[in-house]
């Protein structure tokens, strides 16, 4: 549907005549800035556009999107996306949720859609915690949570979601930060444009029940030493004074301080089509290791499910479409009674 | 039962009930499939009903590995595989063990006496030494004719000049069988051959397959009519059905083709999402190759994911479908509210199967009508409906498409595993006579659009994404009436649940209304599958001078607008359900008629005679 | 209405129903919680209900951001948080728009008028320029009291010498309105002073806060005293509740707490499996701090893995309970279906709230019945039973678990988000008293062990792994009578399918006989949290000198043995339910009697005077 | 339940009276002989082991082993083993399944099991094919896979097993033959005896509807070149003559010959305790490489969920069992009416 003359759209042409319902502080509410500029730059008509999402805070989501839109169930947004996308694939369809609804009671979907590589861009709001049902950990928390429902801590490990996107084969792998709005942007337009399954962690400040879970990384003071932010081609550089990078030796990656004997060209080259190396940036954790912001992975040469899917209809149609219905309803097997 | 009173060389007999069983390996469905194509050519009216054994291929020899398929052939106009089986071909002694008790007293057995040596006898349980065949009992009971049919093929397919595998030419006993029953029921083999010779022949490029088929078959026939076995054959003469072009169609098929019709007939292409579950699978299969069709199928990653991405083809404009089994509904109700909520059109097929749990995948049941009704959270209603004999699974499928495009709302289509699998003729429906079916999308007209404005019927407009200006959210939230924006006015909920409710009770403005047959104090009540074992039953009992009659619901919800009249009319009304008594819960309960019920709840279909007694019996209890 | 005819200092009432609302920043649960402890100490009955707001913080100011707490207290007896409230504290403009509609002409209303500035009243909807608190018409029809409350609390609490903080001070306005509505129904604030100045000062090491909350508290006490606002303060004697030691109880806490003791009664733990969904997630939160009570929790990834992983405990030989609200309880029906044919103990625990779909969690209705009766696939029997009072989720919850033991079966338990989240005083009930619950596994006697083989009432032997000797495997496929070997044999499914069904209604020599009060040609049956609104109802159709019977099933599958003789005795059966008519169906069809319905499907409970006109109207339509 | 008494178990013991349905000719077969082993020499008592399943051809495995056993419902039997190892840490308990039934229907509670180091062992019965439903293709199977539901063969690339549990942080994971039944029984038995979760993917053949569908790896001829034998601390050598060998060049593995100036020392050597290695070992395919079999990965030290809960319990008890029932039931807020 590419169109001559698609209208000037500005981000607040995005906006609904619904009320925000979010809390005051609400990582969400960056989200949905820097989703509505993406919106306005992606150069696709406003009703070609639809937002997808399960149940939960992050998920009321598509009512804040003046685009066609579904508040669906709770951990079924991808499957939702995928019959939208499968019926239609001219439109562009983004799934924003939380990490109960995605990776708890979604968890099988997301895995799913992102094996098919279905074109569609899941944007995940992580705030290691259910936020509408007032507060219970999520499998994003980390262990010893103390929360509601385990009041003497949570006792299971998290859920990576950015390992979990790599095993499952996801062509587009990417992480932010709701205080980066900047950044978010133009991860989100990437991921919008790239043709296969786009993921995007954002570290999301959950302001009354889980707050500061990120101020570790998501401040300025603690951003430069804890977030590590990915070029493709660049070697990995971080720190305040861009004085620390991280180093491969053997079999492990290690952080070094730049200067002395260790110069630039001792350091890892991001390279956004290695899948090995995604991995290995998906097992970075602050504080042994910066946390790894933009894009992990990209590999846009795998074809999509929905493409794959057309293309099969399309030759079949080609080559038995002489057939009528009627003679498909009669069948090759039939007699007579006079 | 055949009775060979008589010396002509070929008795008439009004119907004839076959039966062929034997080892999965031994191709007992194809056998019986090729003899349902010699009894429709021959213009008799049949009813079959396979008989698969739970296991995929267990190992060779056990009665759990046992495949029976059975045949009704008559010159009248018949519903039923049979009640007793007249003449049974059984390949081996474990089908012949398992499948003694379905063949009537007298009946013939026609046995592969070469497969029953101690390590069959033993492999199904016979104890050491005593072989069946040799029972005085058994050959008291019944008419048993054994058949070296392993030798028998070996020497007349084995020809010293040309090199064959033993294998494929063992492979043949079943179309030896297929020759002997052809030549009791004085058939004419030659169609079957030049089917088969075509099959392996031109589209396998097997000539030899063909040739070893088309000899084994003509083998049988020859053996039948030189060895001294049969003391006469059997004729059945052509039924006088409607004139017309026919084919053999099984309830899955007509399924199948109903929906491709369907999709025609609105002009949309079908969204069909599923997970593989007997006994629908097949409707999967079937819909995969009719891409051509304007289908799109998708093998989901589970049931809810089938059906979540088959309301989300319906959001994107497409007629979203999906297909499960009992099991496979439980899980997808959470959706089915979903789908209420957000007022798309959505169809969900339930091929029924006993339950519950996994209960018995392979075995019929019509026990899912109360999860239909209220299996879901809140107060939910969808429309129910569901087909009563293999071709009504085609017009019905396109009922389901109708009314839920006609009320934007969820369709529950209930077949069964028995009207799966089974096959009928069928008067093949002239497609163009069928109405197309109308859909309209709302247009921007510069007015603010409102998604719950809705029509005089109650249906709300069809706005579908790539349309400018109509942009709006659609949700599981309770809804503002008009503005579908989310709401939760107390007032607003009580009125957007009867606005639901109504919609759906509406549609009996656009159903047909229930046709009673029969004039009589008593009225059988039936619904889906036992159609046909209700329509014999009561022959039977104008047999025996007993006058009843007849109406049977397609429509379950909502029910058709005269069903409490047709009620009222009659001093008692019973109602036959291969269940527990569901339907009757409902008529009791919306019409406080003291409806009785007859249940089987075994896994399998009434037989006749049963359900016949059994309504004899009830009349006779209470004075109507 | 509160009537200030009289000159008297202080007016006696029976009954005041007074209603705190404004931001949910406000803290109005808090100041509910406290002025309900507040009555409870004086000696009145009483019954409160929460209304949330359905965000979790919306932004401040806003309608949807509003948070309320109703409480009635009273001399009588009473169960409702009465239809219309007498007196109303508003902190916020947004509050004392949605809420005016709950308040009674001439009720008394007193607002925070600091609050009503332009932006505040601009964020609730009220047009430029208007203010309500200016409007004649409604200080015509209210008592408006207008007090600064900001302004004041800071007077009062912000003193030169010391530093506080603001933020701290303004927080405690909440407390100055409970010291004004104490005043006003003369209640002695002292208690509540200690009680907040032990948590702060104490629990919470924050003197400076206990302080901050003591002094607002007695300022706003002070200034009812000083202000002239109100003529005259009123009192409401003590109720005369039977006599003992009394705590209020939320449903929530009620069931938590009877599943403690249900656990100590079986000698068991119990393995409670959750994924938290409103309202049920509070059971889940205080279960799971009772590990010292034999309570494990477990959180899992979604409602099925926590019904699964809930009968994969009893099959170990715990006690596995699940728990949750309708869209749940959709989600775990097939594996229901699975602890069915294992039969297997297992707790449902459905708190329901408005569907259908995810509908408006935050309210309540009774339309998960039918749901709870149906929703499985195939022939699928299990015990439904519900609370009918805060209370009595502690006592029903204890039952549950003991009905699940008694038949080897799942057992879903009804609550209400209404009955979850309201409170009442609860007589505490001596655990002593409470009969044991007995269990018996099977040991190794050297016979072969036949897992189900059932005793006199149909249960099977529940052997669990770690006993030696009585290895077994359980599935979902149709099982063997006595050895519960798969089986596909159709006799057999026959008798498991009815065994599974008598099974259950057996249970009706276990459970106790429905008691009927008052006579009368009409009887009133409810179920669930209904109870109290029937209560006042007919109190009220009393005084009209009307006459009814009332009966409340807290069993609804199977019905109490003796329903069957009530419904006969009784010529006009009205049922009153917060759904379309969901009992009244399952009464109709299995008792064939003309149960009219009145039915609230909005979600909110009955208004005593609504119920108690429709039931008299209803008793006027069509003679008895 | 440490037991001085312990029998002597023959494999035969394990053996139960029900006939195995199994196709002639089934990879399952030879799972239940290699479990029947594991089962002798487990020192653990018959009455303490659970074997689980969910439903399909694999899971009818719990029916022919006399032990206690659950034959569940469709992908959900991890959950199943969780209520049962919650519930009674003293049992052993196994999983034993399908590619269909633990990761398409049941992948999220696979994942999730597998996060929470609950202490069970899952089998994975792979055939690449849902065997009793007569023949759909699966999640693992390959693109372009003709089958009964995918006429013009399938388009959705196949999920990765091992990448998933890698990702999933699975404590012990690995993969073996159906034909190779010596290595998969010490598999298993090494599985068992690990505290956390072990999962096990075995390549299954369904001899009916995906047939041959390992032979590439498999068979004798075959096996030697396709697949490669991992030992820890030893060189990655595989070949019919041993004579071929995976080198880590850059950021990527590759295949060498040995000999020339190329020796074992060039060689990667196995570390089952890294996971960065399994990572970069699941993602090795045929005919590029040679399929790793045994262990992948392996860490014994990760606290085991249930391990976890119940240290949480005995804490609680300790703490706060001075608290009487009646003393709960009361609560610390009464008023009493005369
Ligand atoms: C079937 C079902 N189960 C549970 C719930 C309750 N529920 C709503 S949202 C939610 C989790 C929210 O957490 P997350 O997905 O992280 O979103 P957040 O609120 O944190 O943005 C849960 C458990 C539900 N609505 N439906
Ligand atoms: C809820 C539900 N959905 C679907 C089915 C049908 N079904 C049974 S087994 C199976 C898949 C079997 O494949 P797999 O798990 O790979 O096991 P295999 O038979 O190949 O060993 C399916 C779809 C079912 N029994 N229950
Ligand atoms: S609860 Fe947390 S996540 Fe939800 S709106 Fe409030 S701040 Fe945001
Ligand atoms: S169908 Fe395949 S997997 Fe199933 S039993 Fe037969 S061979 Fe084995
Ligand atoms: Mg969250
Ligand atoms: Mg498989």
Request: glycine fraction near 10%; include cysteine.
């Amino acid at each position: 549907m590419s169109d001559v003359t698609l209208p000037e759209y500005k981000a607040k042409d995005f906006a609904t005549d619904q009320d925000v319902r979010w809390c005051p502080g609400c990582g969400d509410y960056a989200v949905l800035t820097a989703m509505k500029k993406v919106c306005a730059g992606l150069g696709v008509r406003r009703e070609n556009l639809v937002f997808v999402s399960g149940i939960g805070c992050a998920a009321r989501f598509p009512y804040y999107m003046n685009t066609y839109g579904a508040h669906t169930i709770h951990g079924r947004s991808p499957a939702f996306a995928t019959g939208i996308k499968l019926a239609n694939p001219d439109l562009t369809v983004f799934v924003v949720s939380g990490d109960g609804d995605l990776l708890s009671i979604g968890g099988n979907h997301t895995i799913h859609a992102l094996r098919r590589n279905m074109d569609i861009n899941i944007v995940l709001l992580n705030n290691k915690i259910y936020g509408l049902t007032k507060g219970q950990y999520s499998p994003t928390s980390e262990v010893g949570k103390v929360t509601k429902s385990t009041p003497y801590g949570s006792l299971d490990a998290p859920l990576n979601p950015l390992a979990i996107a790599v095993a499952s084969g996801c062509t587009y792998i990417a992480r932010t930060l709701d205080v980066d709005v900047k950044s978010m942007t133009s991860l989100l337009d990437r991921g919008a444009k790239h043709k296969g399954t786009s993921f995007v962690e954002v570290y999301q400040d959950c302001n009354v029940f889980n707050h500061k879970a990120w101020f570790y990384a998501s401040q300025k003071d603690t951003r430069p030493d804890n977030t590590l932010m990915l070029e493709h081609g660049k070697p990995m550089i971080f720190g305040k004074d861009s004085n620390r990078g991280i180093r491969r030796v053997g079999e492990k990656n290690e952080v070094v301080e730049l200067g002395g004997d260790i110069t630039e060209d001792d350091l890892l080259i991001h390279d956004e089509g290695n899948l090995e190396n995604a991995f290995q940036l998906s097992q970075m954790f602050s504080p042994e290791f910066p946390e790894p912001m933009g894009v992990l992975y990209c590999n846009p040469d795998q074809p999509t499910y929905n493409d794959l899917l057309h293309e099969q209809v399309d030759d079949v149609i080609e080559k038995l479409d002489d057939k009528t219905l009627q003679s498909l309803v009669t069948g090759n097997n039939t007699w007579t009674v006079k | 039962m055949i009775t060979s009173e008589e010396s002509s060389a070929s008795t008439q007999l009004p119907s004839v009930s076959v039966r062929f069983c034997g080892d999965s390996g031994d191709g007992m469905q194809l056998t019986g499939s090729h003899f349902t194509d010699i009894v429709a050519l021959a213009g008799n009216d049949f009813a079959t009903a396979p008989d698969f054994p739970a296991e995929i291929r267990a190992p060779r020899g056990t009665l759990f590995g046992v495949s029976g398929y059975q045949i009704q052939f008559s010159s009248q106009d018949i519903h039923t595989p049979g009640d007793a089986v007249n003449a049974m071909v059984a390949m081996n002694p474990a089908g012949f063990k398992s499948n003694l008790h379905t063949v009537e007293e007298g009946g013939i057995i026609i046995v592969n006496e070469d497969e029953f040596d101690k390590g069959n006898l033993k492999k199904c349980g016979y104890e050491e030494g005593y072989n069946p065949l040799d029972d005085e009992m058994l050959n008291s009971t019944y008419r048993i004719c054994k058949v070296p049919m392993s030798r028998l093929t070996r020497e007349s397919l084995i020809k010293e000049e040309e090199d064959v595998s033993v294998k494929d030419v063992d492979r043949c006993r079943n179309m030896f069988a297929l020759g002997i029953i052809a030549w009791l029921f004085s058939r004419d083999v030659e169609p079957t051959i030049e089917k088969i010779s075509h099959y392996f022949g031109v589209v396998k490029g097997k000539p030899q397959i063909a040739e070893l088929n088309s000899r084994a078959i003509k083998a049988g026939y020859y053996f039948g009519e030189t060895a001294e076995l049969f003391p006469a054959r059997y004729q059945v003469a052509p039924a006088t059905l409607e004139a017309g072009e026919y084919r053999r169609i099984s309830g899955n098929e007509a399924l199948v083709l109903g929906l491709a019709t369907a999709s025609e007939k609105v002009g949309k292409p079908i969204f069909y999402a599923s997970y593989p579950i007997t006994p629908a699978s097949d409707v999967l299969h079937g819909l995969a190759r009719l891409k051509h069709f304007g289908i799109r199928t998708f093998q989901a990653e589970d049931e809810i994911a089938a059906v979540v991405s088959a309301i989300g083809a319906s959001f994107a404009g497409q007629i979203g479908i999906t297909g499960t089994s009992g099991p496979g509904l439980a899980l997808k109700t959470e959706a089915v509210g979903l789908a209420t909520m957000m007022e798309l059109p959505l169809v969900i097929v339930n091929v029924q199967r006993a339950g519950p749990a996994t209960g018995m995948p392979t075995k019929s049941e019509q026990s899912d009508l109360l999860q239909s009704m209220f299996g879901r959270s809140g107060e939910c209603p969808v429309v129910v409906i569901a087909a009563s004999s293999p071709g009504d699974c085609y017009f019905m499928a396109i009922e389901a498409v109708r009314l839920a495009l006609r009320a934007m709302c969820p369709v529950i289509y209930l077949s069964e595993g028995s009207l799966g699998n089974a096959a009928e003729p069928w008067k093949i429906p002239d497609v163009s006579s069928i109405p197309t079916i109308k859909v309209t999308h709302p247009e921007n007209n510069g007015e603010p659009f409102l998604p719950y404005q809705r029509d005089e019927h109650g249906k709300r407009p069809w706005a579908i994404p790539g349309t400018e200006g109509l942009e709006h959210r659609l949700g599981g939230l309770e809804k503002e009436d008009l503005t579908g924006n989310v709401c939760y006015d107390n007032a607003n909920h009580a009125l957007m649940t009867k606005q639901r409710a109504e919609k759906i009770q509406n549609l009996q403005n656009f159903i047909p209304e229930l046709e009673v047959h029969g004039e009589s104090d008593t009225l059988i009540l039936g619904w889906g599958s036992t159609k046909g074992s209700i329509l014999t039953a009561i022959g039977l009992l104008k047999d025996r001078g007993i006058n009843v009659a007849t109406a049977h619901l397609n429509y379950l919800n909502p029910f058709p607008k005269n069903l409490g009249d047709v009620l009222a009319k009659h001093k008692r009304v019973i109602i036959p359900e291969i269940n527990t008594g569901q339907l009757r819960m409902l008529i009791r309960s919306e019409f406080l008629v003291d409806a009785v019920g007859i249940n089987n709840c075994s896994g399998r279909s009434f037989y006749v005679k049963e359900l016949a007694d059994e309504i004899e019996q009830t009349m006779q209890g209470g004075d109507a």
